[in-house]
């Protein structure tokens, strides 16, 4: 079993900046790929941003070039530095990991709004 806290949410201005950490605890897994995902009101959950162990990473189009992901396997925590935020990123954003057999673990979420 893995349990995944997340933190780091809040109101954030448009173009300004929020980073969002999700740390991993529990015991004998391996986390192959961190990812975060995010629900806004009335909509489909969607994928931000993923990356691998390897350091490999993937972004939605809507966030490139503002948001960027990265993960300390030492810590087990994967970062979500999102800049140039607008009020279209309001939304709740969950972190996900995958682990052996392919098995996903999600946190509950960290509600994120844009607003002036």
């Known amino acids: 079993q893995v349990q995944l806290v997340e933190s780091g949410g809040g109101l954030g201005q448009p173009g300004g900046s929020l980073r969002l950490s999700c740390a991993a605890s529990g015991s004998r897994f391996t986390i192959y790929v961190m990812a975060w995902y995010r629900q806004a009101p009335g909509k489909q959950r969607e994928l931000v941003a993923s990356?691998?162990?390897?350091?490999?990473?993937n972004y939605a189009d809507s966030v490139k070039g503002r948001f960027t992901i990265s993960r300390d396997n030492d810590k087990n925590t994967v970062y979500l530095q999102m800049n140039s935020l607008k009020p279209e990123d309001t939304a709740a954003y969950y972190c996900?990991?995958?682990?052996?057999?392919?098995?996903?673990?999600w946190g509950k979420g960290t509600l994120v709004t844009v607003s002036s």
């Open positions: 996900n990991v995958v682990v052996q057999f392919g098995i996903r673990y």
């Open positions: 990356i691998s162990s390897g350091g490999n990473t």
